[in-house]
């Protein structure tokens, strides 16, 4: 039996993965476990996919953390086009598989969704909350959620979720630590109190930059366009440069006190590795226990 993620000494440390859509090659995700399983993280969550894509493989691989690396797992889960019914399923499969922490979000909407039970996130926390004992942890948006009018309305959002039963928090990825503190101080003065956990994501290619700024609108700071430009043409440099830029955002994060770092891995566990190997005395220091 793993570990109790919420009994851990803060600030806690995770990783996240995405298996393969359908049936893909599971074995290069279970390489990926094995490496960032060496590092003793607190958690790792795994995606669910598109339209629930990859269901069964996140059962399966988020059982599997759990009973053969004694890590605690968490499986993203979403709800929008979904019926009770079909969420009852999915649960209930998650509860048989020894699963304890689910991620509840909405997921995309798209022209072709179909009307079901769940509009919200906030209506999943609920529905979880009161059917079965899962922690359950939600999302949050430092710089706002894309279809969010401003982030007062966002914030009022992210409060139904708390209100509802959220345990916890993890953070949209974000690069300027100066836009999350702002964040923390907005969120705590809407009176959530529950631990918010700061998402990085490591940035090793200029394409992969341009593609998560499309996809959730994160700021760039001059520092991180600078070493883009610098180096972007140039793989390694490139690597090097993000690995140096989210080793720095995490210490500045650690010393003020975040309640946790939650690495966006992109399943390239020798960039967690290397972050890690940067972090190790900082984290000893703080009696964050690391093997």
Request: glycine share 6%; net charge negative.
């Amino acid at each position: 039996m793993s570990k109790d993620f919420f009994s851990l000494e803060k600030p806690t440390f995770s990783f996240e993965i995405f298996p393969p859509k359908g049936e893909g090659n599971l074995k290069t995700v279970y390489d990926t476990v094995d490496a960032l399983a060496s590092l003793s993280p607190d958690l790792i969550s795994v995606t669910y996919g598109a339209g629930g894509s990859s269901r069964e493989n996140t059962a399966v691989i988020a059982s599997d953390i759990q009973t053969k690396y004694n890590v605690p797992a968490l499986a993203h889960l979403t709800c929008i086009s979904s019926t009770k019914e079909e969420m009852d399923e999915i649960l209930k499969e998650l509860k048989e598989k020894g699963v304890e922490n689910i991620l509840a979000m909405r997921g995309d909407v798209t022209d072709t969704a179909k009307v079901g039970d769940f509009k919200h996130a906030n209506e999943l926390v609920s529905y979880i909350k009161a059917n079965y004992d899962f922690r359950v942890f939600a999302a949050c948006y430092p710089e706002k959620h894309t279809e969010a009018y401003s982030m007062a309305e966002d914030l009022r959002y992210l409060k139904q979720k708390v209100d509802a039963g959220a345990d916890a928090l993890i953070t949209q990825l974000f690069f300027d630590n100066e836009v999350f503190y702002n964040f923390m101080d907005k969120v705590r003065g809407v009176g959530i109190d529950v631990p918010v956990i700061a998402g990085i994501m490591p940035i090793t290619a200029a394409s992969q930059l341009e593609r998560m700024v499309s996809m959730c609108g994160a700021s760039i700071p001059k520092e991180i366009q600078q070493f883009v430009k610098a180096y972007g043409h140039n793989s390694m440099a490139m690597k090097e440069a993000g690995i140096a830029y989210a080793t720095k955002q995490i210490i500045d994060l650690l010393a003020n006190g975040v309640d946790g770092i939650h690495i966006y891995t992109m399943n390239k566990p020798e960039v967690a590795k290397r972050i890690v190997e940067n972090l190790r005395g900082i984290l000893y220091a703080l009696k964050v226990k690391r093997a």
